[in-house]
C-alpha cells in the first residue's frame, strides 16, 4: 500500500500520479493505462480516473507511491551510450549511470554524440521539456571536416532544409578554422548533423554544453552530479512548473 499523499480533494488524474510515483512520464503512463496494465483499487484503470487518498495503484501488479522521490541528474553522457531506458539496448544510459531509483533521460543525445543530459524520476518535467513549443535553448560544440566559411554560418543561421522541413533560425558562432558553437531550440533527429550534410560538410565531434540554464561546467565523460536547488529553482520557473 501507498503511502497517503496531499492530493486536493477533487483527486489526482490517473496518468499524473503514476508520473509523480517517479515510475515513467505522463506519456508513457497513458499508454500503459491504454494496455489495461494499471489497476485502481484491483480494477483497471482508465484514463478519466481520479486518485484519492487512500487508493491503491499498481502497474503490472506493483504498487506505486504518488509521491516519489524527485531525483535530477546532470550526466555527462560519453559517445557510445544511448540514450534510452530499454534494458535490450546494451548501452542504454539509464544502465549505464546505475542509479540507485528509476530514473529516465529527458530529450535525446545521439549515440555517437557527448556531453550534458538530464535524468529525473520527476514525470512532469520530462512532459514539459519535451514539448516543442516550449523553445527551451540547447548549445552544442561542434567540429567538421572542413573550413568553415561565412557563407556556412549564415546558412546555418537562417535555416537549412531537413527531414521535409526547414531549420528555425539560430545562433551559430565560428570558435576555430572547422569548429563553431551552436544554440538550437529545435530537436530535430540529428538536426545538427544533418544541417552540416546539407552544406557539404560532415560532423567529426559534437558535444552539448547547456541546456537551458544547466551547463556541463567541470564534468568529464561518464561523469554525473545532481543539480542545485537553484539549478532547480531556475529550471521549474523557466518551464512553468512548480518546485
Given at each position: 500500500?501507498?503511502?497517503?499523499?496531499?492530493?486536493?480533494?477533487?483527486?489526482?488524474?490517473?496518468n499524473?500520479?503514476?508520473?509523480?510515483?517517479?515510475?515513467c512520464?505522463?506519456?508513457?503512463?497513458?499508454?500503459?493505462?491504454?494496455?489495461?496494465?494499471?489497476?485502481?483499487?484491483?480494477?483497471?484503470?482508465v484514463?478519466g480516473?481520479?486518485?484519492?487518498?487512500?487508493?491503491?495503484?499498481?502497474?503490472?501488479?506493483q504498487?506505486l507511491?504518488?509521491?516519489?522521490?524527485?531525483?535530477?541528474?546532470?550526466?555527462?553522457?560519453?559517445?557510445?551510450?544511448?540514450?534510452?531506458?530499454?534494458?535490450?539496448?546494451?548501452?542504454?544510459?539509464?544502465?549505464?549511470?546505475?542509479?540507485?531509483?528509476?530514473?529516465?533521460?529527458?530529450?535525446?543525445?545521439?549515440?555517437?554524440?557527448?556531453?550534458?543530459?538530464?535524468?529525473?524520476?520527476d514525470?512532469?518535467?520530462?512532459?514539459?521539456?519535451?514539448?516543442?513549443?516550449?523553445?527551451?535553448?540547447?548549445?552544442?560544440?561542434?567540429?567538421?571536416?572542413?573550413?568553415?566559411?561565412?557563407?556556412f554560418?549564415?546558412k546555418?543561421?537562417?535555416?537549412v532544409?531537413?527531414?521535409?522541413?526547414?531549420?528555425?533560425?539560430?545562433?551559430?558562432?565560428?570558435?576555430?578554422?572547422?569548429?563553431?558553437?551552436?544554440?538550437?531550440?529545435?530537436?530535430?533527429?540529428?538536426?545538427?548533423?544533418?544541417?552540416?550534410?546539407?552544406?557539404?560538410?560532415?560532423?567529426?565531434?559534437?558535444?552539448?554544453?547547456?541546456?537551458?540554464?544547466?551547463?556541463i561546467?567541470?564534468?568529464?565523460?561518464?561523469?554525473?552530479?545532481?543539480?542545485?536547488?537553484?539549478?532547480?529553482?531556475?529550471l521549474?520557473?523557466?518551464?512553468?512548473?512548480?518546485?
Amino acid at each position: 500500500m501507498f503511502e497517503e499523499t496531499d492530493m486536493e480533494n477533487q483527486g489526482k488524474r490517473l496518468n499524473k500520479f503514476i508520473a509523480d510515483s517517479g515510475y515513467c512520464s505522463r506519456r508513457e503512463a497513458d499508454r500503459l493505462i491504454g494496455e489495461g496494465r494499471v489497476k485502481v483499487d484491483g480494477k483497471i484503470g482508465v484514463l478519466g480516473d481520479k486518485i484519492l487518498s487512500g487508493m491503491i495503484v499498481t502497474v503490472d501488479d506493483q504498487p506505486l507511491s504518488g509521491r516519489g522521490d524527485k531525483v535530477y541528474i546532470l550526466l555527462n553522457k560519453p559517445r557510445g551510450v544511448v540514450c534510452t531506458a530499454d534494458p535490450r539496448e546494451p548501452m542504454n544510459v539509464v544502465d549505464y549511470l546505475n542509479y540507485p531509483i528509476r530514473i529516465f533521460p529527458v530529450g535525446r543525445l545521439d549515440k555517437d554524440s557527448e556531453g550534458l543530459l538530464l535524468l529525473t524520476s520527476d514525470g512532469e518535467i520530462v512532459n514539459r521539456l519535451l514539448r516543442a513549443a516550449g523553445g527551451h535553448e540547447k548549445e552544442y560544440e561542434v567540429e567538421v571536416d572542413r573550413a568553415i566559411t561565412p557563407e556556412f554560418v549564415q546558412k546555418m543561421m537562417a535555416g537549412v532544409p531537413i527531414l521535409d522541413t526547414v531549420t528555425l533560425p539560430c545562433r551559430v558562432r565560428r570558435t576555430g578554422e572547422r569548429s563553431f558553437n551552436i544554440v538550437l531550440i529545435q530537436g530535430l533527429n540529428r538536426q545538427i548533423r544533418r544541417m552540416c550534410e546539407y552544406l557539404g560538410y560532415n560532423v567529426k565531434s559534437l558535444r552539448r554544453i547547456r541546456i537551458m540554464n544547466l551547463r556541463i561546467g567541470k564534468l568529464r565523460p561518464g561523469q554525473w552530479r545532481e543539480l542545485t536547488e537553484e539549478e532547480l529553482s531556475t529550471l521549474l520557473a523557466g518551464i512553468g512548473a512548480e518546485g
